[in-house]
């Protein structure tokens, strides 16, 4: 009986796909959305799109520009209710909307919205800081997933899931930090497009407290020209950020 029991415990263990290492899902990720050498061409990006609030009847264009981690703006102008906008200069984060006026972002806020004004081109999870380990296999809308769990010095855990068979990023599960205190964040990725040359979501659903964000990609343009002034502080950050140093 005891070898009987031995043995119902040691065939599952042998008849179980190993995972694979995190580095392993992450250079496939890479690899079949354009490459190594195609993300590290990318020095500039400019996107175009579509920001919608369903369930608030809210919808506008959204439109990014980035040469880095440094240099990020980004703008979604909704008819209703106006613009709201976001950026990165000079070790500077901050926010602008017409509801909650011009701010400064620190703490993880700060290092969660510096991670997000990276480039796509930046491709290297290590460069930004990530420790990244595969916690297991999760179906996805009817599809295996590896389950991806990234970690910074500052921030929390965000989990993303990789389809076993395309390789592609599927869904993200995060807590994001924010004003309100820190929320649980679920984006679901799709319709994958050829932007010249890299694979990229052309559309994202997220949802958090409730309220759903449908972001679609309309056109990416890689290394265009980008007027410095396109990243200045605007002049209310310009304030906030004086006001701060005295």
């Given at each position: 009986m005891r070898h009987l029991l031995l043995l119902a415990f040691v065939l599952p263990a042998f008849g179980a796909d190993p995972l694979p290492s995190a580095d392993a899902v992450l250079n496939r990720y890479v690899q079949v959305t354009g490459g190594t050498a195609a993300y590290e061409k990318v020095k500039s990006e400019i996107m175009t799109g579509k920001i919608e609030f369903p369930n608030l009847g809210l919808k506008g264009d959204l439109t990014r520009y980035s040469s880095g981690p440094d240099n990020y703006y980004m703008v979604a102008d909704l008819a209703a209710i106006g613009k709201i906008e976001s950026g990165v200069s000079h070790g500077i984060v901050w926010e602008n909307s017409v509801v909650q006026g011009p701010r400064i972002k620190t703490g993880e806020e700060r290092s969660q919205a510096l991670v997000e004004a990276a480039l796509v081109g930046s491709h290297d999870w290590r460069k930004?800081?990530?420790?990244a380990e595969v916690s297991g296999v999760e179906a996805v809308d009817g599809e295996d997933c590896y389950k991806v769990v990234l970690t910074r010095p500052e921030g929390k855990p965000m989990t993303v899931y990789f389809q076993k068979k395309s390789g592609l990023a599927v869904k993200t599960v995060a807590i994001a930090a924010s004003q309100m205190g820190d929320i649980p964040l679920e984006a679901v990725m799709s319709d994958y497009k050829d932007f010249n040359g890299l694979l990229y979501a052309a559309k994202t659903v997220e949802t958090?407290?409730?309220?759903?964000?449908?972001?679609?990609?309309?056109?990416?343009?890689?290394?265009?020209?980008?007027?410095?002034?396109?990243?200045?502080?605007?002049?209310?950050?310009?304030a906030l950020a004086e006001k701060q140093k005295k």
């Open positions: 930004l800081g990530f420790k958090a407290v409730g309220q759903t964000i449908l972001y679609t990609t309309e056109s990416i343009q890689f290394n265009a020209d980008i007027p410095a002034s396109k990243f200045d502080l605007p002049d209310d950050i310009k």
